[in-house]
């Protein structure tokens, strides 16, 4: 932390109604910050003699992200402020850096001695400018840049910085206070490792995933906090794990025996073993993430005596640009304490479970809505009279994926902010978000989740599907205490789907592979939408419909017939409980009220 000293040296009038936080970024330098309803104040001191920055990034990269840029006039002495929008281009290498024609960023003031240059700024939360990212009650990306050079002027070209970093913060709140104390709680340490594999060099990344087998509990245990063990060497190379609980797996899969295999885009195989069989996600780490993830106090993860032998699988982006064959053994370690706390932690899969074609988003969309519902009946039957409390959230869509909501209602009214929220999502770039205040969930609540997609580069429709080629839109929820529901969320219907791309029965008995079924037989077993039929059909017709799909132009009128199929909230509710009887699925007619989609308060002008 730079002393208050170098602050007085510097002439800088921390005298404000507003109350400021100050982050550490590198050895030398800091970011400060303080809000009030409407604005947010920002003090940059870097350690250089040129020009300094700050970014608000969706993702962790430089492209599309809104900057505060500044520096010291060396003739006048005064600082100079500037509201710029970087964008940066992945394969051509280019990089532009233009101001913006709205500047939103007003200079408060600015100072350089020696070593560092300081300059301050404020701005509205909320700019409405096409150009400007909004400051929400989230942690979000933060980049900071430096050079030693100077702008020949405020038009000029902007030398290449010199010294960039990242960090994570929420301007709209203080910094999180000094981790608990858990040294005295930790009884067991559990660790998920990559084993020393060779990553080779053959693509710009990779997704593998390692099955770990849980030990033998003697007893219950909880893990308290998750940290991630990145091998130092490899620190450019790991881009973000998530760990998945399994359900027990069949031993007729190829790949229950495999210990290690691809798990991504490259091997749609894989990951739909993996969306299959482990669906629960039980820890995630992300490039910024903090060294150390807590459970909320008195509240615990389970492992269990009966979780002993079950699989974890551990999935683990490599992001290789520079084409290295390197050996990595990072991985995820838990935390455990056998002195059992008060509450157990869970986890409810949200939103929607038509991981097949009855999803179908057409191509060339530059935004594609989907929206789904965990039902009031479902919440009602299985959540206790004191409700659960939800602490955060986890969105997941894949490289479509653009924006993620799981939205509360009770009754008509909706309860804000969302439960989980990721409204610039991307896919590289997932964690889990915390929901501060925690959140009850009370029986008879409703839960709305919305995903917004692209499909501009696409050319031929997407599939709802579990490998990363194809789509899907899920929020989990996590919450204490825990209780035997673990996913809720809905299905589209086989029959309205079909007819609004334009097919129906008959058709599809000639292309399919019941051709001597009757076209009556077929509508019934069509509109059953039990699972044992809907798989069949779901198999039996992939192949006509994709087919139909392909071939059929795609126009304004098919684009919209089924926008307005979905727009219609005409689906099946699903609820699933897990108890230690079979598991019991309920499956609903569930029509929920009309809701306008989610409009981000931040972006409300």
């Not at 099955?211 to 245990?221: A, C, E, S």
């Not at 580069?457 to 929020?475: A, D, F, N, R, S």
């Not at 307005?564 to 509710?573: H, R």
């Amino acid at each position: 932390m730079l002393s208050f000293l170098l602050f007085v040296c510097l002439g800088v009038d921390f005298a404000s109604s507003i109350e400021f936080t100050r982050r550490d970024v590198g050895k030398t330098s800091e970011i400060s910050w303080g809000y009030n309803a409407t604005h947010v104040e920002v003090q940059m001191t870097y350690r250089t003699q040129g020009w300094v920055a700050l970014g608000l990034s969706p993702n962790g990269g430089m492209d599309q992200s809104d900057v505060l840029f500044g520096y010291i006039n060396s003739t006048t002495n005064e600082p100079v402020v500037q509201d710029r929008f970087l964008t940066a281009n992945a394969e051509t290498h280019v990089i532009t850096f233009p101001l913006d024609d709205q500047q939103d960023w007003q200079a408060i003031s600015g100072s350089r001695n020696a070593t560092h240059t300081v300059i301050r700024a404020v701005r509205k939360q909320r700019t409405c400018d096409p150009k400007d990212r909004p400051f929400l009650d989230a942690s979000g990306f933060v980049l900071f840049a430096m050079s030693n050079k100077l702008p020949e002027n405020p038009d000029a070209k902007i030398h290449r910085h010199e010294i960039r970093g990242k960090t994570t913060l929420n301007f709209l709140r203080p910094e999180d206070p000094p981790a608990p104390d858990i040294t005295q709680e930790v009884s067991k340490i559990l660790e998920f490792r990559v084993d020393n594999r060779t990553i080779k060099g053959d693509a710009d990344y990779h997704y593998f995933c390692k099955m770990t087998t849980l030990p033998k509990f003697d007893r219950k245990y909880q893990s308290i906090a998750s940290q991630p063990i990145i091998n130092a060497t490899n620190m450019k190379q790991i881009h973000h794990i998530l760990l998945y609980m399994c359900n027990p797996l069949p031993a007729e899969d190829d790949y229950s025996k495999q210990d290690f295999f691809d798990c991504g885009p490259s091997s749609a195989a894989g990951g739909t073993f993996l969306m299959k069989y482990c669906q629960t996600v039980i820890a995630v780490w992300a490039m910024g993430a903090p060294p150390t993830s807590f459970q909320p106090e008195d509240v615990g993860l389970p492992f269990t005596t009966d979780m002993s032998g079950l699989k974890v699988a551990m999935q683990v982006h490599y992001n290789n640009p520079d084409r290295l064959t390197f050996v990595d053994d990072s991985g995820m370690r838990f935390l455990l304490t056998d002195k059992v706390r008060k509450h157990d932690s869970g986890s409810i899969m949200t939103g929607i479970f038509s991981l097949d074609y009855t999803l179908t988003m057409p191509p060339g969309l530059r935004n594609f809505h989907l929206s789904a519902q965990c039902s009031d009946q479902c919440t009602a039957s299985n959540i206790p009279p004191d409700g659960i409390t939800v602490f955060s959230s986890f969105v997941h869509m894949h490289t479509r994926g653009r924006s993620g909501v799981a939205r509360q209602f009770r009754g008509t009214e909706e309860i804000l902010p969302p439960l989980g929220a990721e409204l610039n999502y991307d896919f590289n770039f997932q964690q889990t978000r915390p929901l501060l205040p925690y959140r009850k969930v009370l029986p008879g609540d409703r839960i709305i989740v919305e995903c917004n997609f692209t499909t501009q580069q696409e050319t031929g429709p997407i599939y709802g599907g579990e490998g990363t080629t194809e789509e899907m839109c899920l929020v989990f929820l996590y919450y204490y205490p825990k209780i035997d529901l673990n996913t809720c969320g809905s299905r589209f219907k086989i029959k309205p789907y079909l007819k609004a791309i334009g097919l129906d029965s008959k058709e599809l008995m000639k292309q399919g592979k019941f051709p001597q079924m009757r076209s009556d037989v077929a509508d019934q077993m069509i509109s059953m939408e039990i699972s044992k039929a809907r798989r069949a059909l779901i198999q039996n017709f992939a192949s006509p419909i994709n087919s139909f799909l392909t071939k059929t132009p795609w126009t304004a009128k098919s684009v919209n017939s089924l926008l307005e199929y979905y727009s219609q909230f005409d689906y099946l509710g699903i609820c699933n409980v897990k108890n230690k009887n079979p598991e019991k699925t309920l499956i609903m007619n569930d029509k929920p009220p009309k809701i306008a989609p989610y409009a981000d308060p931040a972006q409300t002008c």
